[in-house]
C-alpha cells in the first residue's frame, strides 16, 4: 500500500482510509473488528471515525458507539499503535451530542477526553471539527448557502481561543495533528491564520465530501489545497454506494444504506444522478474496470493532496475495495471521465 503525507505534519498514512460510520448500526462490533483486522492485513493504516458515530439514522443514545467498538479492539488487541486514528468534534446539532453546544476551547477539551475514553487511547493522531458553527455549504445547503448573517470578527475570535485549547492539547500530548471537516476555502484559510496567531496546530487536513458524483471542491478549495498543503479527506468517494451501480433501474437492496433509512440518500438520489451514474458505469464497462475501482481510483489521480475514506458496511463489500487499490486507470479512461463531468457537471 502506498502511502501519502496528512498535510505537514510528518505522519504518513495509507492512500486509502477506513471509514466506521456504519459501525454500531449496520455493522455490528465483531465485523468491525474484523474489517480493522483485515483492512491492516492489506496495508491500510488511516482510520478515522467520529463522536457522533453510528449515523443512518444519528441517535443519541448511539452517540459515541463507533469509537466504543474502537476502542474495544484497541483494548482487545493491544495494538493501538498500528494505527493513525482520526476522530471529529460535533458542533452545533439537533441536541444529539453535548445537547448540541457550540464549539469552544471548553467543549473541545470536553469532546477529546470523551473521544479518549471511548477510544481507550491517550492520544488521537488527527482530531477534526466536524463542521463549522457558522455554517456549511456542503450537505446539499450550497442550493441555498448565505454567508451574510456571519459575523467574521466572531468568527475570528472563536478560532483564535480554539486554537490556543488546541495548543495546550498537542502540548498535553493528547492530539499530534489537527483538521477540519466541511469547511470552505475561506474558513481553512481563517484557521490557518489563527495557527499562525495562537501557535496552535497547522490545519493538516479537511475532510469534505468529493467524488465523481460532486466536486465542488475543484476550484477554490483544490488550490488551497494544492498551495497550503492541506490534504483532502474525501468522505463519500463513492457517493453513498450510488457509483457502485446498486441503485440503477429503481433497485433499492434491502442492506443499502437507502433501503435501511429510506430516504433520497441525503439529496443525491436525483433523476440527473442516475443519468450520470449510467453515464460512468459505461466507462467501467467499456474499459473492464468494476466501476467502485474507477471511482476510487480517480480520487487517487487529482493535482491537490487527497485520501479517499471508504466505507464498507459488510465484509463482502471490504474485499471487493481491497481487490482494486492497485487499480490504475488510463489516459483514455481519464479523458472520458472529464467528459462525461462536463455532461453532467452538477448531478446533485
Known sequence: MKKRPLGRTGIDVSEYCLGTMTWGVQTAEADGHAQIDRALDAGIDFMDTAEMYPVNPVRAETVGRTEEIIGNWNAKTGRRKDWVIATKCSGYNERFVRQGQPVTGATVREALEGSLRRLQ?????????????????????????????????????????????????????????????????????????????????????????????????????????????????????????????????????????????????????????????????????????????????????????????????NMDQLEKILSGVDVTLSDEVLAEISATHRAHPMPY
Open 121 to 313: 487511547t491517550d492520544y488521537i493522531d488527527l482530531y477534526q471539527l466536524h463542521w463549522p458553527d457558522r455554517g456549511s455549504f456542503q450537505f446539499r445547503q450550497n442550493w441555498n448557502f448565505d454567508p451574510s448573517k456571519q459575523d467574521p470578527t466572531a468568527v475570528r475570535d472563536n478560532l483564535a481561543e480554539i486554537s490556543t485549547t488546541l495548543k495546550d492539547c498537542v502540548a498535553e500530548g493528547k492530539i499530534r495533528a489537527w483538521g477540519l471537516s466541511n469547511e470552505s476555502t475561506w474558513g481553512t484559510m481563517e484557521w490557518l491564520r489563527a495557527a499562525e496567531q495562537t501557535g496552535g496546530p497547522r490545519v493538516a487536513t479537511v475532510q469534505n465530501e468529493y467524488s465523481l458524483m460532486f466536486r465542488i471542491y475543484d476550484t477554490d478549495m483544490a488550490e488551497m489545497s494544492a498551495n497550503e498543503d492541506v490534504t483532502l479527506l474525501a468522505w463519500s468517494p463513492l457517493a453513498c454506494g450510488m457509483l457502485s451501480g446498486k441503485y440503477q433501474g429503481g433497485a433499492i437492496p434491502s442492506d443499502s444504506r437507502m433501503g435501511v433509512g429510506g430516504g433520497d440518500l441525503g439529496g443525491r438520489a436525483t433523476e440527473r444522478a442516475f443519468v450520470a451514474i449510467d453515464a460512468y458505469l459505461d466507462i467501467a464497462a467499456r474499459h473492464g474496470i468494476d466501476p467502485v475501482h474507477m471511482a476510487l481510483a480517480w480520487t487517487l489521480t487529482r493535482p491537490f493532496p487527497i485520501i479517499p475514506i471508504f466505507g464498507a458496511t
